[in-house]
Structure formats: structure tokens, C-alpha cells
């Protein structure tokens, strides 16, 4: 199962297991990841799941869908590696893929 790193804003490491077809933001909800809030259940209305990809990770996810560039337009702290953790699924070869979180979800 791959293992996904989860950054606190403050530097705390998460080293996580995700199951394949999970998002991103369902697996650090699971975990208890603090600052993934996910207040929408992950239907990419709400962008408390902002994350930031880190390193080449940004560039090997599929790109961003319309919804979600949207919701991305209104979110505080947003960078080109900026994605909504709830539009990220789970694939084997994402083992080691590291998210950093933003301040402004804690
Ligand atoms: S959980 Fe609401 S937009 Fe991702």
C-alpha cells in the first residue's frame, strides 16, 4: 500500500498508508491529519482540503478539472502547486507523494 507524507504547517511529519482509489483528503481525515478539514465530504465545494504537492509530485498528477480550478480561485494561500486533496485519488505509483498544508487551515 503506498505511503503518502503529510507536512503540517508547523513541519510535523505524517507518514501515512493510503489505500488505493482514497483521496488524499479521506486518507489524512482518517488519520487525523490536523489541518485537512474537509468540511464538504469531499465534493469540491468547500476548498478546507487545500493542500500543496511537493517536488515533482505536482507534475505527475492528473490535471486539475474545472471545479476545482474554480474552488482553487477563492482559497486563501494559493501556489501553482495548489491542489484540493479531495480531487487527488490514490494510485500505487504515488508512494511517497508528500503534501504540505497551509497555515491558514489550522
Ligand atoms: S473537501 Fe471540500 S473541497 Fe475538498
Redesign the pocket.
Known amino acids: 500500500m503506498p505511503k503518502i507524507v503529510f507536512i503540517e504547517h508547523n513541519g510535523t511529519h505524517h507518514v501515512v498508508d493510503a489505500p488505493v482509489g482514497k483521496s488524499l ?1 479521506q486518507v489524512a481525515v482518517d488519520n487525523m491529519v490536523p489541518g485537512i478539514v ?12 487545500h493542500g500543496y504537492i511537493e517536488g515533482e509530485w505536482a507534475d505527475k498528477l492528473p490535471p486539475k478539472q474545472e471545479d476545482e480550478e474554480m ?1 482553487l480561485d477563492g482559497a486563501l494561500e494559493v501556489l501553482p502547486t495548489s491542489r ?4 487527488v485519488f490514490i494510485k500505487e505509483e504515488y508512494d511517497g507523494l508528500t503534501v504540505k498544508l497551509p497555515a491558514s487551515q489550522f
Open positions: 483528503m474537509g468540511d464538504c465530504g469531499g465534493c469540491c465545494s468547500c476548498a478546507t482540503c474552488m484540493l486533496t479531495c480531487q
